[in-house]
């Protein structure tokens, strides 16, 4: 076996939590059920890493095996990344083919092999057609970095993309979709998050919720309890507080939100005001960008108004964006109206 197979199988043996080593190795189906069964889990990790190289030493295993193993690692902790949110479209008037998952395969390698001589790909099929690919990126002088890998995530019969952070290879990669799947064109849809099932529930409408319709109306009987109430609030809090716990069912509706970790909003608009005014004279835009940030963005939204920290309804610049898909926003000046549109960080 390779030295720098041994190395890399060590190192992600070290990055799995302890207990969940026998089960990562056990999906991994490389080990035998003999050979799993001397592996002491009981000692330091850097002992038990030793072990399970030694043991994959016996088995000969190559950068196919170690990569494998990454794979199951990084698929049980996908939120470790950042993903970014793909879309495919058709030519007008094309059809979706039926997908073929052999064929797929083979026109995925053949278009990065003919572009990239040194890289390395590994595709392993999940749940809900899922189909996870792992590329490692050399150069045409040097060996694929094993170490800093991109990950795909690519549903079968949908035209949507999940990639981890890639920059300088993202051509490259999306030509090869494109070809592989069957498709005509792609772009990004300026959606990232952490959490890949979120993006998974947005894109493919898992997440249902009605934005953009809040209209007044009077409060509806339910059949929910009533609420204990301190009697030294007036009638006309109670009221307030019904009105706001109404308008935030209607916008964010009733389930837990989608996790989206950022948003962030780029302004480019001309100051209008006293024609006497200095700043008033220039042409170019003003332009600023506000961030936002939160575990659980979504969710945190959505508790400003119950607190009193905002009024209700909240802008739909903020909550929009499950329902727009994205999660990057550019607000610019257009006929002399605010307009807002998608734009990368």
Known sequence: MDETVAEYIRRTVLKIPRHEIMEMLTMWDFLSKTQLQTINVHQIKERISQEVVQLCEENSASIKQAAILDMIYNHTYRNKKIWTVYQMTKAVGEETDAFNLADFKYKFKRSLQSALKNVTINFREYEDNAI?????????YTKPNQYKATYVVYHSQTPYVFISSLRNRIPLLCQALVHASNYHDIHEMELRSRCLDSLKDIVFKRYSQTFQTYHPRPLQESNVAPEKVDPRIIQENK???????????????????????????????????????????????????????????????????????????????????????????????????????????
């Open 132 to 140: 996870w690919i792992r590329i490692a990126w050399g150069t045409q």
């Open 239 to 345: 009221r307030e507080k019904e009105r706001i716990q109404s308008v935030n069912q209607e916008v964010f509706g009733e389930g837990l939100q989608p996790k989206i970790e950022f948003a962030q909003y780029k302004l480019e608009t001309i100051f209008k005001g006293e024609p006497e005014m200095d700043i008033l004279t220039e042409k170019e835009p003003f332009r600023c960008v506000v961030k936002f940030s939160s575990p659980h963005l979504l969710e945190a939204l959505k508790s400003l108004a119950p607190a009193g920290m905002a009024d209700a309804p909240l802008s739909p610049l903020l909550t929009c964006i499950p329902q727009k898909a994205r999660n990057y926003f550019k607000i610019k000046e257009r006929k002399g109206i605010l307009s807002t549109s998608c734009v990368g960080p």
